[in-house]
T-cell receptor, first 115, second 111 residues
Framework: DTAVSQTPKYLVTQMGNDKSIKCEQN?????MYWYKQDSKKFLKIMFS???????INETVPNRFSPKSPDKAHLNLHINSLELGDSAVYFC??????????????FGEGSWLTVV | SQQGEEDPQALSIQEGENATMNCSYK?????LQWYRQNSGRGLVHLIL?????REKHSGRLRVTLDTSKKSSSLLITASRAADTASYFC???????????FGTGTSLTVIP
């Protein structure tokens, strides 16, 4: 019944590795997002997809590559992980339009620690 | 940057007191929303106020919006220990699908 689910919840990995975080939403929303929250709880948008099309790509290193196989999934792949990538990554979704109330729904977060 | 800013960064009050958090933003908006984040969890929507509204209530929450000053405030009345969390404002673009979050206020309610 989870609306936005992301896996894994915890990920500890070494510098230089490649890792992926998966996200799925069962709300029927058209738009999905990846946010990064740092240790100071600053929440920064990374990417936004609408119906599998990229609509927002903030200044993010190209080591980060989102992939949306369909509008219910938005995965995040990170190459050559660096210490500074350690953060909590949140997947989210929303739907524009009155029927959906125009709010954003978050997953529970994926805690990435790079050692 | 389109991020908002909140103040205070941290707020500690006694149970039963009111808590007020402020948010300032920079761009024109469709609406502004407040979210809550419990420790170790994702953000959860609390309340939405449209750009043509000035005040909105929901239970113990009261939100105001001043678009001329590009600011909003969230008031939690009669606070409870369970209100302890971080609170974020989010501005929503006129396209309705871009959400930019503030820096958050960490609220601690002491029983």
């Amino acid at each position: 019944d989870t609306a936005v689910s992301q896996t894994p919840k915890y990920l500890v990995t070494q510098m230089g590795n490649d890792k992926s975080i998966k996200c799925e939403q069962n709300l029927g929303h058209d738009t999905m997002y990846w946010y990064k929250q740092d240790s100071k709880k600053f929440l920064k948008i990374m990417f936004s997809y609408n119906n599998k099309e990229l609509i927002i790509n903030e200044t993010v290193p190209n080591r980060f590559s989102p992939k949306s196989p369909d509008k219910a999934h938005l995965n995040l792949h990170i190459n050559s992980l660096e210490l500074g990538d350690s953060a909590v990554y949140f997947c989210a979704s929303s739907q524009v339009g009155r029927a959906f109330g125009n709010t954003i729904y978050f997953g529970e977060g994926s805690w990435l620690t790079v050692v | 940057s389109q991020q908002g800013e909140e103040d205070p960064q941290a707020l500690s009050i006694q149970e039963g007191e009111n808590a007020t958090m402020n948010c300032s933003y920079k761009t024109s908006i469709n609406n502004l929303q407040w979210y809550r984040q419990n420790s170790g969890r994702g953000l959860v929507h609390l309340i939405l106020i449209r750009s043509n509204e000035r005040e909105k209530h929901s239970g113990r929450l009261r939100v105001t919006l001043d678009t001329s000053k590009k600011s909003s405030s969230l008031l939690i009345t009669a606070s409870r220990a369970a209100d302890t969390a971080s609170y974020f404002c989010a501005t929503v673009s006129n396209t309705g699908n871009q959400f930019y979050f503030g820096t958050g206020t960490s609220l601690t309610v002491i029983p």
